[in-house]
Nanobody
Framework: QVQLVESGGGLVQPGGSLRLSCAAS????????MAWYRQAPGKQRDLVAR???????YYIDSVKGRFTISRDNAKNTVTLQMNSLKPEDTAVYYC?????????WGQGTQVTVSS
């Protein structure tokens, strides 16, 4: 069993920054790929950024140059630094870890970008 706990969401003005963190614990026997997804009201949950066990990063086009995903393998944590936030970034953000048998999700953290 794996548990993921997210933190760092909140309300920010357009152009502002937030830093999301996700801490993984439980039956982690090796370093696994981790990712951030987001789900806006009435929309499906979509991938935002992903980082492999070796540190390779993937971003969707709309966040390239604004968001940075990073990980601390010793602490089993992944962070998402979000800069130059836009109203369209408003969503619930979820952390995911990809295990060999299944994926695990965090509970989500709300990010609201509004003036």
């Amino acid at each position: 069993q794996v548990q993921l706990v997210e933190s760092g969401g909140g309300l920010v003005q357009p152009g502002g920054s937030l830093r999301l963190s996700c801490a993984a614990s439980g039956s982690i026997v090796s370093i696994r790929p981790m990712a951030w997804y987001r789900q806006a009201p009435g929309k499906q949950r979509d991938l935002v950024a992903r980082i492999s066990s070796g540190g390779s990063r993937y971003y969707i086009d709309s966040v390239k140059g604004r968001f940075t995903i990073s990980r601390d393998n010793a602490k089993n944590t992944v962070t998402l630094q979000m800069n130059s936030l836009k109203p369209e970034d408003t969503a619930v953000y979820y952390c995911k870890i990809e295990m060999t048998s299944q994926n695990y999700w965090g509970q989500g953290t709300q990010v609201t970008v509004s003036s």
